[in-house]
């Protein structure tokens, strides 16, 4: 079975501090997973996916596969980030798992 | 472009009752999916559509049926409401490998069962 893990809720960063949103996930295959992002008053869009290793937004995210973790990392959080986050896995079968979300705020 | 749309945005039921929720998108997208969100829970997968004419069952697809009526619209209906099925709707397309391509989202259906 397969499951994704977002164990803060809440998280609050001031303005220009590091933040970190944590994800871990259970899955026997091979993984593909994505950061989602809803702001307030917006619809959930993609944020960014594994297999691009891209950076949005100043925004970049590792798999290890050994800690079976995807944390989403930004080193200097700005207001404009403030928004629910959702990570997500892709399973073979095309279907997407994720997890319950962390609202992330940051302070002026 | 208007996207993925859904009606109606905001729908409360009795127990017992029907409805179907309604999605659209104009994107030429192939695959369609349906969630539910409850509070404090992720979006879970209801039914999703690969392509026009096929339909699977997701992670969530009791008391559920899905029609892909055809490639632009992909509907959701509910035969006999349960307050269990509270919850919020939301419809996604994607043009077509997931792993490539990005979901876009509808607005989201407020569904109350009472």
């Known amino acids: 079975a397969q499951r994704v893990t977002q164990p803060e809720k809440l998280l609050s960063v001031f303005k220009g501090a590091p933040v970190e949103l944590k994800c871990n996930y259970s899955y026997s295959g091979s993984p593909e997973l994505f950061w989602y992002v809803q702001y307030s008053r917006q619809r959930l869009q993609l944020l960014l996916r594994?297999?691009s290793r891209e950076s949005i937004k100043g925004f970049t995210a590792d798999l290890n596969k050994g800690e079976t973790s995807f944390h989403l990392k930004k080193p200097f959080a700005q207001e404009e980030d403030s928004a629910m986050y959702y990570c997500?896995?892709?399973?073979?079968?095309?279907?997407?798992?994720f997890g319950t979300g962390t609202s992330l705020t940051v302070i002026p | 472009n208007a996207g993925v749309t859904q009606t109606p945005k905001f729908q409360v039921l009795k127990t017992g009752q029907s409805m179907t929720l309604q999605c659209a998108q104009d994107m030429n997208h192939n695959s369609m999916y349906w969630y539910r969100q409850d509070p404090g829970m992720g979006l879970r997968l209801i039914y999703y559509s690969a392509s026009e004419g096929t339909t699977d069952k997701g992670e969530v697809p009791n008391g559920y049926n899905v029609s892909r009526l055809n490639k632009r619209e992909f509907s959701l209906r509910l035969e006999s409401a349960a307050p269990s099925q509270t919850s919020v709707y939301f419809c996604?397309?994607?043009?077509?490998?997931?792993?490539?391509?990005?979901?876009?989202f509808g607005p989201g259906t407020r569904l109350t069962v009472l």
């Open positions: 997500a896995l892709l399973n073979t079968g095309n279907q997407f798992y």
């Open positions: 594994h297999i």
């Open positions: 996604a397309s994607m043009l077509g490998l997931a792993v490539y391509n990005e979901q876009f």
